[in-house]
């Protein structure tokens, strides 16, 4: 299931792009859900409290705040999103190369440039999908890189994955579950309900790994040895500071 972020302050010419954009996907093996945004704003606040999309297409031309604005603050939270812009004029297509900007679409000649503007994009997320996993809680899916994870909790009745730059997650699979599912050597046990990516670990203090984010998940006894010997193995023998 790809989830496109579609905003322009124009209603009719959402309505024509979200069906071409459907005409576009209807045969592939994702069905396209596409959220669609008149006002700028409600998809900056939507990112800011935790949504996430696959695919942003964004016109560059809007009141309150324009696209370019918009992508900037899109890249805070997913600086790997593909990011399509909608515009009738190419003078803003310098600042988009700022964004990280996949493609211009003219709006002008929208049915030529879409179908390969939107194939690109799916190509780059397929690309960039390699190395992520879906987490599911409840019907909320959404993809995560491993890169962005700095640990995974285990909770009551479902686990936590707490990132970077995406918020925190919860998920229904058990720890080991995900755990073996990600099968990354960055990842470690720090206790039964505790793995840590080890690219976010600043420091060891006693029975504690202290993370880049200040949070501390704690080590185990039993699990210490593993724990040190994989900080040797990364760190190649000198203390992180």
């Keep these: 299931m790809i989830k496109i972020a579609l905003c322009d302050d124009d209603s009719q010419f959402v309505s024509k792009i979200t069906g071409l954009i459907q005409s576009l996907l209807q045969d592939g093996t994702d069905s396209p859900v596409i959220t669609t945004y008149i006002n700028p704003t409600t998809l900056t606040d939507a990112i800011s409290d935790g949504e996430r999309y696959d695919v942003y297409i964004l016109d560059v031309e809007m009141p309150e705040q324009n696209g370019l604005e918009v992508a900037k603050r899109i890249r805070e939270f997913q600086p790997n999103a593909p990011l ?131 949070d501390r998940v704690p080590i185990s006894r039993p699990m210490m040895p593993s724990v040190k010997k994989a900080m040797i193995a990364l760190w190649g023998g000198k203390r992180k500071k």
């Excluded at 049915?111 to 996993?133: V, Y």
């Excluded at 080991?176 to 670990?201: G, H, M, W």
């Design 84 to 214: 399509l812009f909608l515009s009738s004029h190419l003078s803003y297509a310098t600042e988009g190369y700022k964004v990280q900007a996949l493609r211009y679409v003219p709006k002008l000649d929208l049915e030529n440039a879409l179908p390969e503007a939107l194939e690109q994009a799916l190509a780059t997320l397929e690309k960039t999908d390699t190395r992520s996993i879906m987490v599911q809680h409840y019907q909320n899916y959404t993809r995560i890189l491993y890169k962005d994870i700095l640990y995974v909790q285990k909770m009551q009745r479902s686990i936590q994955i707490v990132t970077d730059r995406q918020g925190n997650f919860k998920d229904n699979r058990g720890i080991k579950e995900l755990f073996s599912e990600i099968n990354d050597p960055r990842f470690i046990f720090t206790d039964r309900a505790y793995f840590v990516n080890l690219d976010y670990v600043q420091e060891l203090d006693g029975s504690w790994l202290v993370l880049t984010n200040e």
